[in-house]
């Protein structure tokens, strides 16, 4: 079964405190990407990946890591989160630039 | 640099047709995404337009006129499991955008 998994599904933590929500698929795709949504500004791009160890900013990228060492792990890292970066994030991946984005189920931060 | 703007809310009976409009502006432009998403759930892909014109999937259809900026989703027969939001979203160089969404409630 095609599946896109993200870990941890909810997570509450604190000021500062290192975190990383990983992204695997099983789907052999060459893109990924990672989006935070937020009540009333919908989908915002934060990295996303076209390959193996190349990735690039989207929209709001601040604050925000990423790394692509295998094709089918992606993970974000939030090296000092803060308030304003809790949210729900979602991975996604697609075959082709072009081709439907598939999402994980979501993380749901809060930092407090 | 880029921004799309669609209703935010729309409400219909069942089995009646709607129809979601979404316009954008963007510097590149490789074509019209819809997504639907209920509540709790993840995004789930509906059509994909880079071509003017209608593209029809069941009962759903989506319109693209790239002269206009310019693109509808259009739902037929709805369905109480049609409550959800809808996005719209475009991809510009490999960065997508997404609409801020349009939330549609099906009343019985």
């Known amino acids: 079964e095609a599946q896109v998994t993200q870990n941890p599904r909810y997570l509450i933590t604190v000021t500062g405190k290192k975190l990383t929500v990983t992204c695997s698929q099983n789907?052999?795709?060459?893109?990924m990407s990672w989006y935070r949504q937020d009540p009333g500004l919908g989908l915002r791009q934060i990295y996303y990946?076209?390959?193996?160890?190349?990735?690039d900013k989207g929209d709001v990228p601040e604050g925000y890591k990423v790394s692509r060492k295998e094709k089918r792990n992606f993970p974000l890292i939030l090296e000092s989160p803060s308030p304003n970066q809790t949210s729900l994030y979602f991975c996604?991946?697609?075959?082709?630039?072009?081709?439907?984005?598939?999402f994980g189920d979501g993380t749901r931060l809060s930092i407090l | 640099g880029q921004s799309l703007e669609q209703p935010s809310e729309v409400t219909a009976v069942e089995g009646a047709i709607v129809q979601i409009n979404c316009t954008y502006q963007t510097s590149g432009f490789y074509g019209l995404s819809w997504y639907q998403q209920h509540d709790g759930g993840a995004p789930t892909f509906l059509s994909y337009?880079?071509?003017?014109g209608l593209e029809e999937t069941g009962r759903f259809s989506s319109f693209l006129s790239r002269s206009d900026s310019y693109g509808y989703l259009l739902l037929q027969e709805l369905q109480m499991k049609d409550s959800a939001s809808y996005f719209c979203?475009?991809?510009?160089?490999?960065?997508?955008?997404f609409g801020p969404g349009t939330r549609l409630s099906v009343l019985p």
């Open positions: 996604a991946t697609r075959q082709g630039s072009s081709q439907p984005q598939h």
């Open positions: 990946s076209m390959n193996v160890e190349v990735t």
């Open positions: 337009n880079a071509l003017d």
């Open positions: 789907m052999n795709h060459e893109y």
């Open positions: 979203a475009v991809m510009s160089g490999q960065n997508f955008v």
